[in-house]
């Protein structure tokens, strides 16, 4: 019998049937609970709102889950000395995928002058083909890529940018500076699905919010600290950039009184563009602690030194 610590409890009532019911449907004999002996924990999962921050007491606990894809609130954690693994869920990618692609043809079709149009305007200016309108992609993780190629197969030029070559097929795959330079000039849609990392702080900033086309679309459903709050504000109001829409933000909830609440070309969604959902998430669960109890190494462990 395995002792699975659950340490999000305003999580519990999502996951206390359906991880139970995962890991024994995975054949694991196991008992989740929300309290134990931190010495007899042989895996702890663990969101940014667990209480739990001092892993020391866990010798014996074998790896840390995370119900969330991103894990800058737990990476520097100098008590976790056991493994990190990310969420990487179906589920999760699939609302990704809806959400991108959804705020892309918004942009793309122009759709808002036609839903908000209180004085009856007839403007018959059709939108351009997909196949005309450039589109780059930060990062080619396991969201982005996955929203790489949802657009790529509706024609959509994509160009996605990561830290190492990638190959994606049906993807321009870039990297490195000069890569990042290329991904986004010209670009009239740019998707950030970076981690936050020291490496991705300011990734759009200034400098490289000149380079997309003029009037470009910034969709950010990565994390907040890759744009420049202030340079994405002076890019929007110089024209440069046409629209942001943005679902995460360096302090969350936003604060009432951000100046991206008002702004006139700003959407922004509540950090709601790919919830973890409990049912899939446990079947992701259970596979990592079936392969771990297995001896077969961890799916999307964390690199400590990397950040993501
Ligand atoms: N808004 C939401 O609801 C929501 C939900 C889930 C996740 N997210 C965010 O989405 C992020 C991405 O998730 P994921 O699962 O796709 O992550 P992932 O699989 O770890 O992929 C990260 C990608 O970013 C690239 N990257 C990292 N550092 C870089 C750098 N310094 N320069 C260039 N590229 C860099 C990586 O390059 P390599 O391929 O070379 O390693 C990889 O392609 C998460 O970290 C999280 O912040 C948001």
Sequence with gaps: MITVLFAAPDLWGEYSDVLPQALAEAGITAQVVQEADSGTVDYIIYAPSAPLQDFTPF???????????????????????????????????????????????????????????????????????????????????????????????????????????????????????DGLRQALTGAQIVVT?????????????????????????????????????????AALDAGQIGHATLDVFRVEPLPQDHAFWAHPRVTVTPHIAADTRAESASGVIAENIRRSEAGAPLLHRVDRTLGY
């Excluded at 990487?88 to 793309?108: C, N, Q």
């Excluded at 949802?150 to 994509?158: D, E, I, M, Q, S």
């Design 193 to 233: 699905l970076l981690p936050r990392t020291p490496g991705t702080e300011n990734t759009l900033n200034a400098g490289t919010l000149a380079l997309p086309a003029r009037g470009a679309v910034v969709l950010n459903p990565g994390r907040g600290p890759l744009i420049d709050d202030e340079a994405l504000l």
């Design 59 to 177: 010798v014996r606990a074998k790896a840390v889950l995370s119900l969330w894809a991103g894990v800058e609130r737990i990476v520097g954690n100098a008590t976790l000395t056991q493994p990190l693994c990310r969420m990487v869920d179906p589920s999760l990618t699939e609302s990704m995928v809806e959400w991108v692609v959804g705020h892309a043809l918004r942009h793309h079709l122009g759709m808002d002058a036609h839903i908000v149009n209180p004085d009856h305007r007839w403007i018959p200016v059709a939108p351009p083909l997909a196949r005309n309108r450039p589109v780059t992609v930060l990062g080619l993780g396991a969201l982005g890529t996955a929203c790489a190629q949802a657009l790529a197969g509706l024609n959509f030029p994509v160009t996605g940018w990561s830290r190492t070559q990638k190959t994606v097929p049906g993807v321009r795959c870039l990297s490195g500076e």
